[in-house]
């Protein structure tokens, strides 16, 4: 059973991690810019396949650096001469915008990388166990994922709070229009807040590719799932989506591990329930089997009974 | 109307007249249109199937085709794993003349199709499509759910079972078994018979897991492999597929978890090179109709020459016997019919007796239209002739049932065309 809470704790950690890398940007970039980038988990993948593509030359490790790199200045040149032509014509052109341009980038994907999923493989510095608790093993391969996630989160905190670039995008996020008269180049602010949103979700598509399948689906799963992150962390609260990540992460981890279902449930109470009785599998399926679905039971509740999410400052 | 006009259409007419021309050289084709996984989940064995087909219509073609020359073409068609999706790309296929469908890879897909070709044919007298399936197991498809225009050359999801079974119950370490399997009606199937034959066959064994996960969408099994791992299970009996086996195997190698696992398709792509991984030499085992190393000269000179053209870097090989045995059998169906009408195709295939690749008595049976064959029960490992995806280990053989020990009866009460 210890084995069973510490090995699920770790994984749903590192998942929500991940999911982290992808909703910060997310969540900045709808904070500041208004824009519910639907596109972003497109970046992600796009962030996988570069690197992908950068490892089948020189290894994983320039990937790692250049991928997102790549993939930040596609996004920066997405916002300047895609989302900001857009951008007038108000909020509803720029989300159908983003709503296109992530059909458009799965194709694309699939005719340059093909529909099968590509052989994108762990580099061989970190191809063993990093340690071995009751028999189980824990690759080296995701323990990396973990730290640099962590890494990424605390190098993402200190720049926000501790440096003057910092300042004025958190000024920006509630006040563009002063920001603007004291002489600071706002377009410029909220192209670069693009372009490093996406390549936060390229870093992850990077850390994740090799251990979680390089396919061209990669963004379609991922994709809802951010916004369930993002929705119940409160829009636009970057903490907010740090602990909705982790729950989250950690509910479908631990989900999984329980057999219960609502005849469980009920028999206590002295109420019997099969697959033949009304409602029929409604019964039986254990959480382990609605696991999937639960985020987006959270979502629904969340926007009913809390519009704002955990954290957030304003409704949805 | 200016020149400019009349030039346009000229052209027009011209590449209209070009297409009729390129239609009327393959009218002369019998196709078989491929509809299955060529994206998602199941893409990569989709894929690798694909290739089969291919291989065993150009081969059939070298050896001057079929009905005194005619040829054979492959036309793919992408079901994306989804039943819905599969009619779509069958309305598509029979709008594009073809009269002969397969598919393998999802009951789901199969049993869709299947009822959608009866109720088409039913409503096209004359216009009949035939559909062979080379892979999708759920035994409603040869029992309730049973078809005239459905021929299966696989062995049912309970004939494997059973096999398997029979071979658990000597193996006294077996204590503990952990279910897993994909939620949709093959993995409800394969749960349902292991439980119940299991509780047969070995009483004294404990069932500490009985779980069914989302179709191909999971792309980390880690979640799961620590629950086997936590329920103290000695083996793992699973009917997964596709990307659901060869991850599933991979979050095992991950975690070191060392079991014995019982399959139907341990050796799709990306399992041996997992099983290889986490060094469980001999302890995956697999239920199936062939694997490279069953000793035949012609076989295995067909899956070596196969291996070459389309091996690659991943090296993967010759997996479906069963389909070699579908398409010599449809040639041999079309050449005794002298037509390519489906009515005497199926007319002809559906008693046919078949000796195949490995020189071993096959037969349709004309109740159920399903096929007979022998079964081997195989293990992964080192040592034998020929490896598995450049892993140095291969299948060797445990077991074989002889094609008339697989015979079960089938409910199916077939309605025969007039």
């Not at chain 1, 500041?32 to 796009?46: D, P, Q």
């Not at chain 1, 994907?109 to 189980?136: C, H």
């Not at chain 1, 609260?237 to 005849?263: D, E, K, P, R």
């Amino acid at each position: 059973m210890l084995e069973l809470v510490i090995f699920s704790t770790l994984n749903g950690l590192l998942y929500g991690m991940l999911l982290f890398l992808l909703a910060s940007g997310l969540t900045l970039i709808f904070s500041m810019m208004g824009v519910l980038n639907f596109a972003h988990a497109s970046f992600y993948m796009l962030g996988a396949y570069f690197g992908f593509q950068i490892s089948r030359y020189v290894g994983y490790w320039p990937g790692l650096v250049f991928a997102p790199l790549l993939v930040g200045g596609v996004g920066a040149l997405v916002e300047r001469f895609g989302l900001r032509a857009v951008h007038k014509h108000g909020h509803v052109a720029e989300l159908l915008f983003t709503f296109g341009l992530a059909f458009i980038v799965e194709e694309v994907v699939q005719m340059v990388w093909g529909k099968i999923p590509v052989d994108y493989r762990i580099p061989d510095a970190l191809n063993f166990s990093a340690f071995t608790l009751f028999e189980t093993t824990f690759p080296a391969f995701r323990m990396f994922m973990l730290l640099m996630s962590v890494a990424t989160f605390l190098g993402l905190l200190i720049l926000l709070t501790r440096t003057r670039v910092g300042l004025i995008i958190q000024a920006a996020l509630t006040h563009p229009n002063i920001v603007g008269t004291l002489g600071h180049d706002v377009p410029l602010v909220f192209m670069l807040v693009f372009g490093v949103g996406c390549g936060l979700a390229a870093l992850a598509g990077v850390i994740a590719g090799p251990a979680l399948v390089t396919q061209p689906a990669m963004a379609a799963s991922l994709g809802p799932i951010l916004f369930v992150v993002v929705v119940v962390g409160g829009l636009g609260s970057l903490s907010g989506a740090f602990v909705a990540s982790l729950l989250i992460g950690l509910i479908q981890t631990f989900a999984v591990a329980l057999n219960i279902s609502l005849a469980d449930v009920m028999a206590p109470l002295g109420v019997t329930l099969t697959r033949e009785s009304f409602g029929g599998d409604l019964w039986m399926a254990t959480v382990a089997q609605v696991a999937p679905i639960i985020p987006y039971l959270l979502l629904v509740l969340v926007l009913i009974f809390r519009p704002h999410g955990l954290m957030g400052n304003r409704d949805t | 109307m200016n020149q400019r006009t009349m030039k346009t259409l000229r052209a027009a007419a011209f590449a209209a007249a070009a297409t009729l021309v390129s239609f009327g050289a393959s009218a002369q084709n019998i196709k078989i249109a491929y509809i299955d996984p060529l994206s998602g989940g199941a893409a990569t064995i989709g894929e690798h199937g694909l290739k089969h087909l291919q291989f065993l219509v150009d081969g059939i073609n070298a050896k001057g085709g079929v009905i005194g020359g005619q040829k054979l073409e492959a036309v793919a068609y992408d079901n994306k794993g989804s039943p819905q999706e599969s009619l779509v790309q069958v309305q598509k296929a029979i709008d594009a003349g073809v009269r002969f469908i397969t598919q393998g890879n999802g009951s789901g897909a199969a049993i869709a199709i299947s009822e959608f070709v009866a109720k088409y044919n039913e409503r096209n007298p004359g216009k009949e499509i035939l559909y062979f399936n080379y892979a999708a197991v759920d035994p409603a498809l040869t029992n309730e759910k049973c078809s005239y225009w459905h021929f299966r050359w696989d062995a049912n999801s309970d004939i494997k079972m059973a096999a398997l079974t029979n071979f658990m119950k000597d193996r006294k370490e077996i204590k503990k078994v952990y279910i897993i399997g994909q939620d949709y009606s093959f993995g409800h199937a394969v749960r349902g018979a292991a439980v119940a034959m299991l509780k047969q066959k070995r009483p004294d064994v404990q069932i500490v897991g009985d779980e069914l996960h989302p179709l191909l969408k999971i792309t980390d099994f880690t979640p799961y492999i620590t629950k086997i791992k936590a329920s103290g299970a000695d083996s793992v009996i699973t009917g997964n597929w596709g990307n659901d086996m060869s991850l599933l195997l991979k979050a095992a190698a991950d975690a070191g978890l060392q079991l014995n696992w019982y399959t139907y398709y341990a050796g799709g792509a990306g399992g041996p090179t997992a099983i290889k991984q986490t060094g469980l030499d001999h302890r995956v085992f697999q239920i199936s109709e062939w694997h490279t190393n069953v000793p035949s000269p012609e076989m295995e000179a067909f899956a070596d020459s196969f291996l070459k053209k389309y091996g690659g870097a991943s090296g993967q090989g010759w997996w479906y016997l069963r389909l070699k045995n579908q398409m010599d059998m449809f040639a041999q169906a079309l050449n005794q019919a002298k037509s390519a009408d489906p009515l005497r195709v199926a007319a002809a295939l559906r008693d046919m007796k078949y000796k195949n690749s490995l020189g071993a008595e096959t037969f349709m049976r004309p109740t159920d239209h399903s096929l007979f064959q022998d079964m081997y029960i195989s293990s992964f490992g080192s040592g034998g002739k020929y490896d598995e995806e450049k892993t140095g280990w291969g299948w060797k053989t445990i077991g074989v049932i002889k094609s008339q020990d697989t015979v079960i009866p089938t409910s199916c009460k077939m309605k025969t065309p007039a």
